[in-house]
């Protein structure tokens, strides 16, 4: 696992490019641990989770078998991290170039935004080894491409090309490969500019909202509003748009 901070933007690093970055032991327990350091780093504002070598995420380490139960292991060995993810004040961009595969995808789709290489898939391998997806693939694919074609997906073990991702909503945007890892850069360096606690209401709200009546929605946006409104940013923002010059926003 490699670790590297530039001003606002954490850079996290799947680094087991022999392996296609699969994840074994050390490399969930490094993950467990980097994802709760970054939400604790204040400095930070965006995350880019990426891998070394020729692609982003194998998925499991299956050399050394898998752990029964795995339901036990999953919630173990992947749910915090993935969780920790999705709870996590920050914003998180992963950064796929040649396969995010198994729970691997997981890990890509559950990031808040994704960049692509142009050449890169997102691999449903499941269903290759006669399982099922996990690690919140279903409810992930089902989001964006439909139940059609997240079945189509699953049963047919698709290696699903980044045009699609892009079109179906799961990618953000795609690069040319020799592009992707600068072009990410400037994308989290520029969201960075953002505002920290609006940006944060707003993925939290994204991430319940699809649950919830209109009605409901409706009062849990009136309720992140609330301390919005009386925070040091919203003012700065504000006279900032009077003065006809861009904020600068410090997350308080």
């Known amino acids: 696992m490699l670790y590297e901070v530039d001003g606002p933007v954490a850079t ?3 680094n087991r490019p022999k392996q296609f970055n699969a994840l074994n032991d050390v490399l969930r327990q490094k993950l467990r641990a980097i994802v709760d350091t970054v939400d604790a780093d204040d400095t930070v504002r965006v995350v880019i989770l990426k891998g070394e070598g020729r692609g982003f995420c194998a998925g499991a380490d299956l050399a050394g078998g898998i752990e029964n139960p795995v339901s036990q292991h999953l919630e173990d ?9 999705a709870n996590s004040s920050k914003i998180w961009i992963a950064q796929v170039h040649g396969s995010a595969a198994g729970i691997g995808a997981a890990f890509a789709m559950n990031c808040d935004l994704m960049t692509m290489a142009d ?4 691999y449903m391998a499941f269903a290759a080894i006669s399982l099922i997806p996990d690690g919140g693939n279903t409810q992930l694919l089902l989001q964006n491409m439909g139940y059609h074609r997240a079945l189509q997906a699953v049963l047919e073990g698709q290696k699903i090309p980044a045009g699609t991702c892009l079109d179906c909503g799961i990618a953000n945007k795609l690069f040319a490969a020799s592009e992707l890892d600068d072009a990410t850069k400037q994308w989290a360096q520029d969201l960075a500019a953002g505002a920290p606690l609006s940006m944060a209401a707003a993925k939290r709200l994204l991430r319940q909202v699809g649950h919830m009546s209109y009605r409901d929605t409706i009062t849990a946006e009136g309720l992140e509003q609330n301390p919005l409104s009386q925070s040091n940013d919203f003012k700065a ?5 009077f003065d006809k010059e861009k904020p600068v926003f410090k997350g308080n």
């Open 119 to 122: 050449d890169a898939t997102i």
């Open 12 to 14: 996290i690093t799947l």
């Open 77 to 85: 060995e992947y749910k915090p991290a993935l969780m920790g993810i």
């Open 237 to 241: 923002g504000v006279q900032a748009f």
